[in-house]
T-cell receptor, first 116, second 114 residues
Framework: GAGVSQTPSNKVTEKGKYVELRCDPI?????LYWYRQSLGQGPEFLIY????????DSGLPNDRFFAVRPEGSVSTLKIQRTERGDSAVYLC??????????????FGEGSRLTVL | AQTVTQSQPEMSVQEAETVTLSCTYD???????LFWYKQPPSRQMILVIR??????QNATENRFSVNFQKAAKSFSLKISDSQLGDTAMYFC???????????FGGGTRLMVKP
């Protein structure tokens, strides 16, 4: 596709349920990033993939959060036993290169997760 | 660890006027990139302008320019001839050696009034 695609756009779930959020990056982009944006705040880094491997997962808040990118393209962010504090917009971004500080990340429109 | 601070939660400006958004950051690195991203209600972050720390010349993109003061660790965004479509959240961001991973500030909500 022309841009970064994220599904679902909105997800409402109940506390304790399992959730998957999907990101389809721009074709050919090797680096993929997940961010979490709480209401009224700036995005916070969660995890970054270079190809299929997680190059940096230091931003994942706890072991309920996990992300995969098995074929180096589409990525899935998985949240187990959701809590109300997980409610946020989850942003995905991709870029052509990594490790060279070229700068620009291309963002999707995010998935808004609401945990009741 | 890097930190990025935006001290203005909200700003407003009249259409066609000029407005400046402030940003300060803290890092021990010498080579890095700084960015301003715009986030309209659609939620999609859009790159506005980028500055490379080793370049002394301030970046300019049409109506958008920056005032980069490396010693003061300050990186402000000036929007000239403000347009209604500039209404959005603006985020200052830092990228160091760790690939393109960005550290964002808390954002400034800009309202352009007709």
């Amino acid at each position: 596709g022309a841009g970064v695609s994220q599904t679902p756009s909105n997800k409402v779930t109940e506390k304790g349920k399992y959730v998957e959020l999907r990101c389809d990056p721009i074709s050919g982009h090797t680096a993929l990033y997940w961010y979490r944006q709480s209401l009224g705040q700036g995005p916070e880094f969660l995890i970054y993939f270079q190809g299929t491997g997680a190059a940096d997962d230091s931003g994942l808040p706890n072991d309920r959060f996990f992300a995969v990118r098995p074929e180096g393209s589409v990525s899935t962010l998985k949240i187990q036993r959701t809590e109300r504090g997980d409610s946020a917009v989850y942003l995905c971004a991709s870029s052509l290169t990594s490790g060279k500080n070229t700068g620009e990340l291309f963002f999707g429109e995010g998935s808004r997760l609401t945990v009741l | 660890a890097q930190t990025v601070t935006q001290s203005q939660p909200e700003m407003s400006v009249q259409e066609a006027e000029t407005v400046t958004l402030s940003c300060t950051y803290d890092t021990s690195e010498n080579n890095y990139y700084l960015f301003w991203y715009k986030q309209p209600p659609s939620r999609q972050m859009i790159l506005v302008i980028r500055q490379e720390a080793y370049k002394q010349q301030n970046a300019t993109e049409n109506r958008f320019s920056v005032n980069f003061q490396k010693a003061a660790k300050s990186f402000s965004l000036k929007i000239s001839d403000s347009q209604l479509g500039d209404t959005a959240m603006y985020f200052c961001a830092f990228s160091g050696r760790a690939g393109n991973m960005l550290t964002f500030g808390g954002g400034t909500r800009l309202m352009v009034k007709p």
